[in-house]
């Protein structure tokens, strides 16, 4: 009753941004299939939704406040952009921070798709009509497999830094060099599990993703992780998705570097466009993050000037 109540008076709040309005920055709440989902609303000085808004979804395990969400915000707001940096809820109710790993884990990476989409409805019904989609990491991913079965016509591009890329052989080897165990046992265990109709089974005690060395999580979840899906690979998107599309690199990235070549058969310079960010990793950091929002912003106007 209490989150119910928050949730109406921050309703209440937003309506009022549909006129002029400083610039502010709200916590939001959506209930969503029996959880409490929340975002940050970043709103530039004297804008309102109505003037459009950039959805950025974070990375794995990660979380919306993390400094290069936090950044991409402050530097949109800069230069006129208001944004909603949404925090996925792994499965949890009213999450914040980062993935807990003491927490079993029964989340899948398609259960981002959903929340994502739950957010541009919750920004639709509110009058927005011009809508940027951006991600970093495997939110990319996410992201584009959103846009591609649920385009809209609110959705007027999308921008996707270091988007995530997923092969069996790239699994394998982060895999073992991450935690020096092998995934495949542990994977056909959880693939039988889930033949068997016991997805919801837990795996105790395996390592999970980046920052889970030991945890909890049913056999469906590490399953939809790192079964080899090309659904959870960036390129698997490129020639699906049907909004302008710029992905940025940075050319220090360790994490995602072989990026460019994977990405380089769909780059056309019209559909899909590829801009790096010269001495950048993969999250961006001081001066490098200027660099990319300098090159999102830039490419977001010139698709506007021709829609």
């Keep these: 009753m209490q989150k119910l109540s928050r949730f109406k008076l ?11 309005s400083p610039s502010i920055a709200e916590d939001i709440r959506l209930p969503y299939q029996g959880l409490t989902l929340n975002a940050n609303l970043s709103l ?27 950044g ?13 940096a949404i925090n996925l809820s792994f499965g949890i109710d009213d999450r914040h921070g980062l993935w807990d790993c003491s927490v079993p884990s029964r989340y899948r990476h398609e259960d981002a798709v959903g929340e994502i989409g739950a957010w541009v409805e919750w920004l639709k019904n509110r009058g927005v009509k011009d809508l ?18 649920h385009d809209s016509d609110i959705i007027k591009s999308l921008v996707l830094l270091a988007p995530g890329l997923s092969t069996r052989e790239r ?30 089974t837990l795996l105790e005690d395996v390592p999970f993703l980046f920052i889970c060395p030991e945890t909890s999580v049913s056999a469906s979840s590490f399953v939809s992780f790192y079964a080899d899906d090309p659904r959870r690979d960036t390129p698997y998107w490129l020639n699906k998705v049907k909004k302008p599309t710029l992905i940025i690199f940075g ?10 070549e994977r990405v380089a058969p769909f780059v056309d310079g019209e559909r899909i466009h590829f801009e790096t960010v010269d001495g950048a990793g993969h999250f961006f950091r001081d001066l490098n993050l200027d660099d990319a929002v300098d090159a999102a912003v830039a490419f977001i106007e010139s698709e506007e000037k021709t829609q």
């Design 132 to 149: 940027v989609l951006m991600a970093h990491s495997r939110g990319g991913s996410q992201t584009l497999w959103y846009a591609t079965e």
């Design 72 to 84: 991409l915000q402050e530097r949109l707001r800069d230069q006129g952009r208001n944004s909603l």
């Design 10 to 20: 921050y309703g209440l709040m937003l309506l009022g941004t549909l006129m002029t």
């Design 251 to 260: 050319t220090a990235d360790t994490v995602v570097p072989e990026l460019p």
């Design 171 to 200: 699994e394998v080897a982060g895999y073992r060099k991450r935690f020096n165990k092998e995934l495949l046992p542990l994977l056909t265990r959880a693939q039988n599990l889930v033949a068997e109709g016991r997805g919801d």
């Design 44 to 70: 530039a000085p004297g804008s309102s939704l109505s003037d459009g808004v950039v959805l950025i979804t974070h990375g794995t395990q990660a979380h919306s406040r993390l400094e290069l969400i936090q």
